[in-house]
């Protein structure tokens, strides 16, 4: 006799619900937190502002100006932030958990989006911890502070953390492989704008994400560096969700 099974659900019974992007977000969380690779790079996101802070007061002299301070601090932490996002992303294709993650959620852009969610969000957090211990380390500093402008400084900190967060998991999910991408990442940010800010300022001034969130925190947010950091967030995370809802899943 020949017993057919049916892949169905039973009568009276309905197939499970697919996790819903809060859960989906928290898990990135998670995630994103569990290997030591992640743990490394916020833990670093965190101290290196502070340690700027510290090393600046050993060297500086005369009044220290916080809101000067507050934009390096915001921009190192930015770019050690965008690491975090490329690992996000590439690491699940570098190390074939991608094949399990589609699995378990098919939908390619669900899975991005709540990475991106998860990711500004620990971005955001990250950059105001470390701007928050490097307001404390200014307030202890026998020199002088000029605390002109450190509160939207610390907005812009904190908002740069979280745009390169997902930056970074934007430029992974496109190139599907971590070396390339840091490698990529950075060389553009510390090599490529850097010359054209010397060769080329009025360009690099429209392209130069990092400069543009030094710019906000000493001179205030304006509209040229908002759209630079814009651009950057819009275009990463396009040519993430295009280029890894073709890529074969090997």
Do not use: C
Not at 33 to 40: E, N
Not at 114 to 133: F, I, S
Not at 222 to 237: F, Q, R
């Amino acid at each position: 006799m020949t017993v057919t099974v049916s892949s169905l659900p039973a009568p009276g019974t309905a197939r499970p619900a697919a996790p819903s992007t809060g859960t989906l977000t928290g898990l990135e969380v998670r995630k994103s937190l569990s290997t030591r690779s992640g743990r490394a790079v916020a833990t670093a996101a965190v101290v290196l502002g502070p340690l700027g802070v510290v090393l600046a007061s050993l060297t500086g002299e005369g009044t220290f100006p916080a809101a000067v301070a507050l934009g390096f601090i915001g921009m190192l932490t930015a770019l050690v932030l965008l690491a975090l996002g490329v690992l996000s992303t590439a690491g699940e294709w570098t190390h074939k958990s991608v094949q399990t993650m589609f699995l378990l959620v098919p939908q390619r852009g669900r899975v991005l989006l709540a990475k991106a969610l998860a990711l500004a969000l620990q971005g955001a957090v990250l950059a105001a911890l470390g701007a928050g211990l490097s307001l404390a380390l200014l307030w202890l500093i026998p020199d002088p502070v000029a605390w002109t402008a450190a509160g939207p400084a610390v907005v812009v900190a904190v908002a740069a953390g979280a745009a390169f967060a997902v930056i970074g998991a934007g430029i992974g999910a496109a190139l599907g492989n971590s070396p390339a991408a840091l490698t990529g990442a950075y060389l553009t940010m510390l090599g490529v704008l850097p010359v054209l800010q010397a060769v080329k300022p009025e360009w690099a001034e429209k392209l130069d994400p990092a400069t543009a969130i030094v710019t906000m925190a000493q001179s205030g947010v304006t509209t040229t560096p908002v759209l630079v950091i814009a651009g950057w967030v819009v275009v990463a995370s396009v040519a993430g969700w295009v280029l890894t809802s073709r890529r074969a899943v090997q």
